[in-house]
């Protein structure tokens, strides 16, 4: 598969706790976004980080950036209901035009 | 409404024939890609056009898939001879050029091949 490894596949959480999901691609990159994606919406995008930084916060989201380790998490502090969601993480490769997308996590926020 | 729209919505269609989806992009977006998205899983990268030019082609793609954005504007994709696994949701977005790399969904055409 083209597509990066997410961890978890799926995850429950009770509204108010703070939610983590991981991800980890293979190739150089010139920066990582998140995405998120419900039934009412579609595709949204979220954050950027680019691969020169390592941590980046907008709201209540939070990401970092390991290059070494060619991985990215995000935190979504606080959560609501509202975001339950896949969430997905995305890569541009350097020297390319493709972006990779991972397979997603799956966030249930229960009320 | 992200301002990228998707047609049809909806696409039901036998086994062998030919489909071809449309989309129009936010005016000011150099920028296209067409992704497939199966149940459960991220989107896969189709294609991806700056302005008229087709510049990245997936390997995932077959012959029998074809795009074209004449004049950089609205782009289509076309299926000929349609495959029970090509059901799924064909999704397009665009951005701008330069160095925001968000991209603007729009909200998909879902193929089912009976």
């Known amino acids: 598969s083209q597509q990066g490894e997410e961890d978890p596949q799926a995850l429950s959480i009770q509204e108010g706790e703070n939610a983590t999901m991981n991800c980890s691609y293979k190739?150089?990159?010139?920066?990582l976004q998140w995405y998120r994606q419900n039934s009412g919406r579609g595709l949204v995008h979220l954050i950027l980080?680019?691969?020169?930084?390592r941590e980046k916060h907008s709201g209540r989201l939070r990401v970092t950036l390991d290059t070494s380790k060619k991985s990215s998490s995000l935190l979504i502090t606080a959560s609501r209901a509202a975001d339950t969601a896949s969430y997905f993480c995305?890569?541009?490769?350097?020297?390319?035009?493709?972006?990779?997308f991972g397979a997603g996590t799956r966030l249930f926020v229960k009320a | 409404d992200t301002g990228v729209s998707q047609d049809p919505r909806h696409k039901i269609t036998k086994r062998g024939q030919n489909v071809t989806f449309r989309c129009d992009p936010i005016?000011?977006?150099?920028?296209l890609y067409w992704y497939r998205q199966t149940l459960g899983q991220g989107p896969e990268f189709l294609t991806y056009?700056?302005?008229?030019?087709?510049?990245?082609k997936s390997r995932l793609l077959s012959d029998r898939f074809s795009a074209e954005r004449p004049k950089g504007s609205f782009s289509t994709l076309e299926i000929q001879r349609t495959e029970q696994g090509d059901s799924a949701m064909y999704l397009c977005?665009?951005?701008?050029?330069?160095?925001?790399?968000?991209?603007?969904f729009g909200p998909g055409t879902r193929l089912t091949v009976t």
């Open positions: 056009f700056q302005n008229e030019a087709q510049l990245e």
């Open positions: 980080i680019r691969s020169n930084e």
């Open positions: 995305a890569t541009d490769s350097t020297g390319g035009f493709k972006t990779i």
């Open positions: 977005a665009s951005r701008t050029s330069g160095d925001s790399y968000e991209q603007y």
């Open positions: 190739t150089s990159i010139n920066n």
């Open positions: 005016s000011e977006h150099n920028r």
